[in-house]
C-alpha cells in the first residue's frame, strides 16, 4: 500500500506547479476552440502526441479534478496502453504542447490590433516594393484612423508609425519631394507626452501610499510644453494634465480637479474601459487624499464618483468589482449618509466580488452600514463573521470597534484595543500612509479619554490638535465626542 502511494506521488504531474494547467485554466471556451484548431494546423505543430495531451486535459472535468493528472494516469492516453511508461517522453510531450500554447497566446497578443495588423501588413509590402498595393493599405489605414472614436496612446503610437511608413515610402521613392517629418515627430511627441504623464500620476499616486522614492525627470518642462503648444485640448493629454496639476498644485488644484471630472465626462469614449477604470481610480484617490486633510467638500464628490463609475461598470473589472473599490464604494456612500445607496449596493454587487471574498467583505460592509446607523449591537455580532485577512481591512474593522467602544463607555477594554492597534500598526512595514492615519486615531483617542471634561481650556486646547492633524480619517468623528463632553 505504502509503495503504491508512493509511485504515485512519483507520477503525479503537479497540478499546481505546472505553467501549462496555469494557462489551459484560464483560457475560456472561445479560446480553447480556437487553440484546438491552432494545433492541428501542421504550421504551428506537427506531433500528434501534442495534440492528444490537449484533447485529453481539455475534455471533461480534467483540469479541475487532480485525480486525472497523474502522468501514470495521463501516459496511456496519449501513447497507448500497450506502450510502457517513459517519464521523459510525457515530459518531452508537455513540454511541447506548453511552447505551442504559448506561440498561440503570443499571436493573439500581437494580432489584437487590427490596426497594427495593417501596419505591419504595409511594411512587408513596401519592403517587397509592391508600392500601389501599399499605397492602397496605407491609405486604408488613414480612413480608419480618423473613424476611431479612441484618442489615446495607442491612437498616437499607430498614428507615428503609419507616418513613419509614409516617410519611409517617400523617402526612397520621391527623396525631392516634400517630407512628412512633422507629421512624424508631432505623432511621436504626443505618444511620448501621453504615456509619460500617465505613468507620472501613477509614480505620484504611489509614491504617496507606499512611501516610494521615485525620480520624475523634466515633467514640469514637458507641463509647460503642453500649455505653449495648446495640447490640452486633447483629452488623452488633458486629462492626466488636470491630474497631475491638481495633486501638485497647492493653490489650484479645485479648479484642475473641476476641469479634469468635465473632461472625463465629456470624453468618456476616446478612452478605452480600462484606461478609463484608471483615471476614475486616480480622481477618487485625489478626493481621499483631500477628505484625509479635512476637506469636507470631497466627501460628496468621492461618492459621485464611485456612483457614477459603478453604476456605468467603469469600475468593474473583468466583469468583477475588486475587494477595495466595493469596500471604498461602502465608505464613501457612508460619509454622506446615502444609507439606502449602500444598503442596495452592498446586496446587489455582492454577486461581483470574487467568490472567495463575497460573505466576508459583504459581512464586513453591512457591519459598517449598521455602526453608521448607530445598530452597535448587530455591527459587533456581523463584525465576529469576518476574517481579517486584508490589512487595512483588519484596520477598519479596529478603527469602528474603537469608536463602538468609546461612545459605550467600555473603556478597559478600548484602552486594551488601543494598544494592540499600535503594535499592529508598528510591526506592518507596507501600509504606507495609513500608518500615519490609524496612528493619529490612537494617539487622539486616547487623548480624549483622559480630557477632563470640566476644563473648557484643556477641550480647545485638544480640539485646535485635532484639527491640526493630518492626516486624521476620523476627525469628524473625535470632534462630535469632544463636542458632548
Not at 472535468?61 to 496519449?78: G, S
Amino acid at each position: 500500500m505504502i509503495g503504491r502511494y508512493l509511485l504515485k506521488i512519483n507520477y503525479e504531474f503537479q497540478v499546481e506547479k505546472s505553467q501549462l494547467i496555469a494557462i489551459l485554466r484560464v483560457l475560456d471556451a472561445k479560446e480553447l476552440k480556437i487553440l484546438k484548431k491552432w494545433l492541428h494546423s501542421p504550421i504551428h505543430n506537427q506531433r500528434e502526441d501534442v495534440v492528444a495531451l490537449f484533447e485529453y486535459l481539455t475534455s471533461g472535468n480534467h483540469l479541475a479534478e487532480a485525480k486525472f493528472l497523474y502522468k501514470e494516469r495521463v501516459f496511456p492516453k496519449i501513447f497507448g496502453r500497450s506502450a510502457p511508461y517513459d517519464d521523459a517522453k510525457i515530459r518531452q510531450t508537455i513540454h511541447f504542447l506548453q511552447k505551442a500554447v504559448e506561440k498561440f497566446l503570443v499571436f493573439e497578443e500581437l494580432t489584437a490590433d487590427e490596426i497594427r495588423n495593417k501596419i505591419a501588413l504595409a511594411i512587408s509590402f513596401r519592403q517587397r516594393n509592391l508600392d500601389k498595393v501599399f499605397q492602397r493599405t496605407l491609405s486604408g489605414l488613414e480612413e480608419s484612423r480618423e473613424t476611431t472614436g479612441q484618442r489615446t496612446d495607442s491612437f498616437f503610437r499607430n498614428e507615428y508609425l503609419i507616418e513613419q511608413e509614409k516617410y519611409n515610402f517617400m523617402a526612397d521613392r520621391q527623396p525631392a519631394a516634400k517630407l512628412n517629418l512633422q507629421a512624424v515627430a508631432d505623432a511621436l511627441d504626443k505618444t511620448f507626452i501621453i504615456e509619460k504623464l500617465k505613468l507620472s500620476c501613477r509614480m505620484i499616486f504611489h509614491q504617496a501610499l507606499y512611501k516610494a522614492n521615485y525620480e520624475i525627470s523634466f515633467l514640469e518642462d514637458i507641463l509647460e510644453f503642453i500649455e505653449n503648444k495648446d495640447l490640452i485640448k486633447e483629452p488623452a493629454i488633458g486629462v492626466y494634465y488636470y491630474i497631475l496639476k491638481a495633486i501638485t498644485e497647492q493653490q489650484d488644484d479645485r479648479r484642475y480637479f473641476e476641469q479634469l471630472r468635465s473632461l472625463v465626462q465629456s470624453s468618456i469614449r476616446v478612452f478605452p474601459p480600462s484606461e478609463l477604470r484608471e483615471i476614475y481610480l486616480m480622481g477618487i484617490n485625489y478626493c481621499i487624499k483631500k477628505i484625509n486633510a479635512a476637506d469636507e467638500a470631497y466627501k460628496r464628490e468621492t461618492f459621485e464618483w464611485y456612483k457614477q463609475g459603478l453604476e456605468s461598470k467603469i469600475l468593474l473589472e473583468n466583469n468583477q468589482v475588486t475587494q477595495k473599490t466595493y469596500f471604498n464604494a461602502v465608505a464613501a456612500a457612508l460619509l454622506v449618509k446615502e444609507f439606502n445607496w449602500a444598503d442596495r449596493f452592498i446586496a446587489g454587487y455582492k454577486k461581483w466580488l470574487p467568490a472567495d471574498q463575497r460573505e466576508n467583505l459583504s459581512h464586513f460592509c453591512r457591519s459598517k452600514l449598521l455602526f453608521e446607523k448607530k445598530d452597535y449591537k448587530s455591527a459587533m455580532r456581523l463584525l465576529a463573521q469576518v476574517e481579517y485577512d486584508d490589512i487595512l481591512l483588519n484596520l477598519n474593522a479596529k478603527s469602528m470597534l474603537v469608536k463602538m467602544l468609546y461612545e459605550q463607555e467600555e473603556l478597559d477594554s478600548l484602552d486594551s484595543l488601543l494598544e494592540s492597534v499600535r503594535t499592529f500598526i508598528q510591526r506592518k512595514k507596507v501600509i504606507g500612509y495609513h500608518k500615519n492615519i490609524y496612528s493619529n486615531l490612537v494617539k487622539y483617542t486616547r487623548k480624549l479619554v483622559r480630557v477632563n471634561p470640566y476644563s473648557a481650556e484643556q477641550k480647545e486646547k485638544l480640539r485646535q490638535e485635532i484639527l491640526a492633524a493630518n492626516p486624521l480619517a476620523e476627525r469628524q468623528w473625535l470632534l462630535e465626542q469632544l463636542g458632548q463632553l
